[in-house]
């Protein structure tokens, strides 16, 4: 069975940092690009940061570049999200998701953990 | 970056009748090497993280019931609900994700009328 499983978020001051993690299992974590989603406190989705399954390219989000590097440890079948200068803005439930495609980069994701929740609140 | 904008935003249908979710994109996201519209719908139910229900605008993922299809191409798009369950009662939500930014329309919340 496919799982994500996300840990890592908490309450945190406006200018502070998180790193959240993802460990996965159920397939080969390697093969699949993996994304980060977030959705605000009653919001819609969205999409983050990407990186492939090598790990060799990364993709973010406007609102988050500069301040959030996405990484992945293939040995530990684990992504991460560090996340720096938070903003109040960015408090959500920050989801792992998988890509549905195997050895692709297509960004639409067929397995989504259960989330994070990151509150920036001084 | 693409503008994705649903309608409705939300809707109320009766049990066993057809549900219609429209979804609009800013610019094709059709992808004519391929024939192919780059374009997903998600379900997401209260507490629970979103389940992928149809890709490349018309399939359907593996275990989705039958009832649910999409149709639609460059920049309009539909998902369809044809006998409306109690269990469909959901938030839906499209994504394109033709180029990067992926982004997703603003949900529309579907309840039993």
């Known amino acids: 069975e496919v799982q994500l499983l996300e840990s890592g978020g908490g309450l945190v001051q406006p200018g502070e940092s998180l790193r959240l993690s993802c460990v996965a299992s159920g397939f080969t974590f390697n093969n699949y690009a993996m994304s980060w989603v977030r959705q605000a406190p009653g919001k819609g989705l969205e999409w983050v940061s990407a990186?492939?399954?090598?790990?060799?390219?990364?993709y973010y989000a406007d609102s988050v570049k500069g301040r959030f590097t996405i990484s992945r440890d293939n040995s530990k079948n684990t992504l991460y999200l560090q996340t720096n200068s938070l903003r109040a803005e960015d408090t959500a439930l920050y989801y792992c998701?998988?890509?549905?495609?195997?050895?692709?980069?297509?960004?639409?994701?067929?397995?989504w953990g259960r989330g994070t929740l990151v509150t920036v609140s001084s | 970056d693409i503008v994705m904008t649903q309608s409705p935003d939300s809707l109320a249908v009766s049990l066993g009748e057809r549900a219609t979710i429209n979804c609009k994109s800013s610019?094709?996201?059709?992808?004519?090497?391929?024939?192919?519209?780059?374009l997903a719908w998600y379900q997401q139910k209260p507490g629970q993280p979103p389940k992928l229900l149809i890709y490349w605008a018309s399939t359907r993922e593996p275990g989705v019931p039958d009832r649910f299809s999409g149709s639609g191409s460059g920049t309009d798009f539909t998902l369809t609900i044809s006998s409306l369950q109690a269990e469909d009662v959901a938030v839906y939500y499209c994504?394109?994700?033709?180029?990067?930014?992926?982004?997703f329309g603003q949900g529309t919340k579907l309840e039993i009328k």
């Open positions: 990186i492939v399954g090598h790990g060799g390219d990364t």
């Open positions: 998701a998988k890509d549905r495609i195997e050895m692709a980069t297509t960004r639409f994701f067929d397995c």
């Open positions: 994504q394109q994700y033709y180029n990067t930014p992926q982004t």
């Open positions: 610019q094709s996201i059709l992808y004519s090497s391929n024939n192919m519209n780059y």
